[in-house]
Nanobody, 118 residues
Framework: QVHLVESGGGLVQAGGSLTLSCTASGNTLRVNAMGWFRQAPGKQRELVAAVGAGRNIYYADSVKGRFTISRDGSRNTVNLQMNSLKPEDTARYYC????????????WGQGTQVTVST
């Protein structure tokens, strides 16, 4: 089982920046992808950004050009640099790990709250 711990959320004004961090521990031998999801109240959880094997990187259209994902494979950490934040980015952000960017695990961390004010 993989244990995930997220950090770095907070309250920021629109246009501001935040960096989220996630560390995976436990059974990480088959982890080829790490990614960030978010869930806003009343909405489904969505994939925001992910990095897979061979540096295959995915960004949701809504965050392209504003968010940057990076992974330190040796430490099983993944960061999400978020710039030019918008109120619609307000959500609880979760990281996950998986065999690829389309095959994610069932374990989730507690997440970290990001709130963007106008």
């Amino acid at each position: 089982q993989v244990h995930l711990v997220e950090s770095g959320g907070g309250l920021v004004q629109a246009g501001g920046s935040l960096t989220l961090s996630c560390t995976a521990s436990g059974n990480t031998l088959r982890v080829n992808a790490m990614g960030w999801f978010r869930q806003a109240p009343g909405k489904q959880r969505e994939l925001v950004a992910a990095v897979g094997a061979g540096r295959n990187i995915y960004y949701a259209d809504s965050v392209k050009g504003r968010f940057t994902i990076s992974r330190d494979g040796s430490r099983n950490t993944v960061n999400l640099q978020m710039n030019s934040l918008k109120p619609e980015d307000t959500a609880r952000y979760y990281c996950n790990v998986g065999a690829s960017i389309i095959r994610w695990g069932d374990n989730w961390g507690q997440g970290t709250q990001v709130t963007v004010s106008t």
